[in-house]
């Protein structure tokens, strides 16, 4: 599993559990929907006994409870993703990607399966996995290399390296989860990276944001970003781009005293950063620290905010633990204002949500503590209301057709 400050997220037959029964949508298209509409859900359930992953196809993301019984079931950390109208599903227990079609009836049949171990590849998760265009997708393999690869045919096509940085002493060179700190858009690639010690305890105050283009499969420039470890990126309608840290860094900020976490925005045009909006996060959550900022429409986005006067610690508390209790509060900001206030509806929560963007609503993954259920909002202005809950942590959410 991905380190929890990181990311915190085999199938050797995919299972049925009891009776069946985000620029452009990262989700693709599908060119031939049947069956009405469908969405997936996935989850992680962790324990020191293992994991095990777990995907819901849904007809609706209506008010509704969710039945365990109906969830396909998949060994190990399994991953699931969907793209141009099929799902994917990352194998748990070894490198392997299988594609499944979605029937009239919401029942998944596997039509195409990808081994990546002859490229070196480890996980096949999709915190490794972009998603270009209908034929075209990279995957990190670990060892600083993309392999190229393609999702309608499910064949790799070649490789592309990862940039090459000056070393830094005692620093280990970082890409962020491509599950949510990457933005494609247009043929850019835009992909940061970031140092840290081994134990993901100590950053380097700045990143930098590779930009490649993928129609050639090459490195075309690097911006230098002086914040620490991001790892969050989004888009806006206007074709901004923003990034920012997750939460580890707010623990490390409070009780290491570590370089204080932040975003940046930059413009795609001229691939430059806006030095004038950057700011620390407290000068915009009212004195507090905040991580994963994600667009949600209208100029606005959204951002998770730690109110750590809810919390004791002093220098000698574990910043993980300290950022691991439910005292995060998930706020709407304005872009061109940076102005902030809590979204009402969302309880405090764990802090490592993720959201996705379906239709004119922000649907927000929003994880308990101890990562036992995740409940499920959808976003309309300052305000939430809860669809759903599943067990485990929430971490996926798609519309697929």
């Given at each position: 599993m991905a380190n929890p400050t990181a990311l915190l997220v085999s199938s050797l037959a995919l299972s049925l559990v009891g009776a069946c029964g985000d620029s452009a949508d990262p989700a693709g298209s599908d060119p031939a929907p049947s069956g009405g509409s469908a969405f997936v859900v996935g989850s992680l359930v962790s324990s020191p006994d293992?994991?095990?992953?777990?995907?819901?196809?849904?007809?609706s993301l209506e008010v509704q409870t969710l039945d365990d019984g109906a969830a396909y079931e998949f060994p190990g950390q399994a991953d699931v993703w969907s793209w141009n109208g099929k799902v994917y599903v990352a194998d748990g227990e070894a490198p392997v990607?299988?594609?499944?079609?979605?029937?009239?009836?919401r029942t998944l049949a596997q039509d195409g399966e990808l081994n990546f171990a002859a490229y070196g590849?480890?996980?096949?998760?999709?915190?490794?996995?972009?998603?270009?265009?209908?034929?075209?997708?990279?995957?990190?393999n670990g060892q600083g290399v993309y392999v190229i690869w393609n999702p309608s045919t499910m064949a790799i096509t070649g490789t592309m390296a990862h940039p090459t940085f000056d070393e830094v002493p005692g620093r280990l060179l970082r890409p962020a989860s491509t599950d949510r700190g990457v933005v494609v858009s247009g043929n850019r690639l835009y992909h940061p990276y970031y140092w840290t010690d081994a134990g993901w305890t100590n950053y380097e105050p700045v990143s930098k944001i590779a930009v490649y283009d993928t129609d050639a499969d090459r490195l075309i420039g690097v911006v230098d970003a002086a914040c620490p470890g991001l790892d969050v990126a989004t888009q806006d309608d206007r074709g901004n781009l923003y990034f920012s840290n997750w939460t580890g860094n707010v623990g490390l900020a409070l009780v290491a005293g570590q370089a204080a976490p932040c975003g940046v925005k930059l413009d795609p045009a001229t691939d430059t950063v806006d030095p004038a909006w950057t700011a620390p996060w407290p000068t915009i959550a009212d004195g507090r620290e905040a991580s994963a900022l994600r667009y949600s429409g209208d100029g606005h986005a959204l951002l998770s905010v730690f109110h750590d006067e809810r919390v004791s610690y002093d220098a000698s508390s574990d910043p993980f633990a300290v950022i691991g209790t439910a005292n995060w509060e998930i706020w709407r900001m304005?872009?061109?204002?940076?102005?902030?206030s809590p979204v009402a509806g969302i309880a405090l929560n764990s802090g490592a949500t993720y959201m996705q963007r379906i239709g004119d609503l922000s649907y927000v993954l929003v994880p308990s503590a101890g990562y036992a259920s995740s409940s499920v909002y959808a976003v309309a202005g300052g305000s939430a209301s809860l669809r759903f809950a599943t067990r485990g942590w929430g971490l996926r959410l798609f519309q697929v057709r």
């Open positions: 293992g994991s095990t992953a777990y995907v819901h196809v849904l007809s990607v299988r594609r499944y079609t979605v029937a009239a009836d590849v480890a996980s096949t998760a999709f915190w490794n996995a972009i998603w270009v265009s209908a034929d075209k997708a990279y995957m990190a304005d872009l061109a204002t940076r102005q902030a």
